[in-house]
């Protein structure tokens, strides 16, 4: 099966820019996908196809994909940021959705 | 806008068969870009992904709860199901019912979530 590996937490002081990473074999080659989920609530999209934001999404959201590693960035981190975020793939050789295990980000 | 909504007992008895509904309010089930999934949360742990199924009856589903999950849906009432046979309290989690974006195989939209408790 494959597996995609998040970091537990990520934190970051309010104006700074966080990192979240997102690693599997050779996910450079898929299509990455990012939701934020806040205590309470369903996931949100807010990162499709490596680096494409969903309308509503602040610019200060980005994101890469190259090797190993997907990357999740935020620039000029606000409180409101701060949530779990979960990567995604679609694993075509087994057809199955693959969610990593989420990063919690706390702004300090 | 799009809307979905989980419906459902929110406790069920050990061994017993978890039986959930996603009703689809302003789009169609019918569309032919979308599948219709099924993905839970324990408390506090992160996403799992059960199955995804499209109008048509094609299903995908996650390999570690096939043998117990069937996943169906009702055009008509613009609705689709969830059950998953012989429940234990691993299996207790918020379940949430989604639209999977078959182009970009990503989850677009999501109902709020139903806490399903498994407990005598």
């Known amino acids: 099966s494959y597996v995609l590996t998040q970091p537990p937490s990520v934190s970051v002081a309010p104006g700074q820019t966080a990192r979240m990473s997102c690693g599997g074999s050779n996910i450079g080659g898929k299509n990455v996908h990012w939701y934020q989920q806040k205590p309470g609530q369903a996931p949100v999209l807010v990162m499709f196809?490596?680096?494409d934001r969903p309308s509503g999404i602040p610019e200060r959201f980005s994101g890469s994909n190259f090797g190993n590693t997907a990357t999740l960035t935020i620039s000029r981190v606000e409180a409101g940021d701060e949530a779990d975020y979960y990567c995604q793939v679609w694993h075509t050789d087994t057809d199955h959705v693959v969610f990593g295990g989420g990063t919690k980000l706390t702004v300090l | 806008q799009l809307q979905l909504q989980e419906s459902g007992p929110g406790l069920v008895k050990p061994s017993e068969t978890l039986s959930l509904t996603c009703t689809v309010s302003g789009g169609s089930i019918s569309s032919n870009s979308y599948y219709w999934g099924w993905i839970r949360q324990p408390p506090g742990k992160g996403l799992e992904w059960i199955g995804s199924m499209f109008h048509t009856g094609n299903t995908y589903y996650n390999s570690s709860l096939k043998s117990r999950v069937t996943i169906s849906v009702n055009t008509s009432k613009n609705q689709f199901s969830l059950k998953l046979s012989s429940v234990t309290a691993a299996d207790t989690a918020v379940y949430y019912c989604?639209?999977?974006?078959?182009?970009?195989?990503?989850?677009?939209?999501w109902g709020q979530g139903t806490l399903v408790t498994v407990s005598s």
């Open positions: 989604a639209r999977l974006y078959s182009s970009a195989w990503l989850f677009d939209y």
């Open positions: 196809h490596d680096s």
